[in-house]
């Protein structure tokens, strides 16, 4: 997991391939800007989810990790809590391999609060719990970036 600011993202560079075209892209484009949407960056190892919701109580949140794919959160508005663990920390309800997607159950580790100017990366392996509202529910558009790792 990295947290950090948006406009320092660049010092990871060198991580992987894949992450440092998604750090190029953002670099370049106006996330801000765009519809909600899915977009393409290369093709299925680097590609951008606009999402617009509102945040719900933590009881009705989804438990997630990934085995091949990184997650770079964005919050384009609003804001919201994630909640992050290390996927041999939880129990895995069920994988579906072509969707590379695990959804898990069991305690948070730590709780990051996803704000404009700050991104999470979120790596295979890390659990992650979305949409969780600070206080009260409110609306959300965030950018998802997923980064084929291997």
Same mark, same amino acid.
């Given at each position: 997991? +990295?947290?950090? $600011?948006?406009?320092?993202?660049?010092?990871?560079?060198?991580?992987?391939?894949?992450?440092? #075209?998604? !750090? /190029?892209?953002?670099?370049?484009?106006?996330l801000k800007d765009m519809e909600a949407g899915h977009y393409e960056?290369?093709?299925?190892?680097?590609?951008?989810?606009v999402l617009e919701y509102e945040t719900i109580a933590e009881e009705g949140a989804?438990?997630?990790?990934?085995?091949?794919?990184?997650?770079?959160? +964005?919050?384009? $508005?609003?804001?919201?809590?994630?909640?992050?663990?290390?996927?041999?920390?939880?129990?895995? #309800?069920? !994988? /579906?391999?072509?969707?590379?997607?695990?959804?898990?159950?069991?305690?948070?580790?730590?709780?990051?609060?996803?704000?404009?100017?700050?991104?999470?990366?979120?790596?295979?392996?890390?659990?992650?719990?979305?949409?969780?509202?600070?206080?009260?529910?409110?609306?959300?558009?965030?950018?998802?970036?997923?980064?084929?790792?291997?």
């Amino acid at each position: 997991m +990295i947290y950090t $600011e948006i406009s320092s993202i660049g010092r990871y560079r060198g991580i992987g391939e894949y992450l440092d #075209k998604a !750090f /190029d892209y953002l670099a370049t484009h106006a996330l801000k800007d765009m519809e909600a949407g899915h977009y393409e960056i290369d093709g299925k190892m680097v590609y951008l989810n606009v999402l617009e919701y509102e945040t719900i109580a933590e009881e009705g949140a989804f438990f997630e990790a990934h085995g091949k794919y990184a997650d770079i959160q +964005i919050a384009l $508005e609003g804001e919201e809590l994630v909640g992050v663990s290390e996927l041999a920390r939880v129990t895995v #309800k069920t !994988f /579906d391999e072509e969707a590379d997607l695990y959804e898990v159950e069991g305690p948070v580790e730590h709780y990051i609060k996803l704000i404009p100017g700050k991104v999470l990366i979120v790596m295979p392996g890390d659990a992650h719990k979305l949409k969780l509202a600070p206080k009260q529910p409110s609306k959300v558009k965030k950018a998802v970036v997923k980064v084929y790792i291997g």
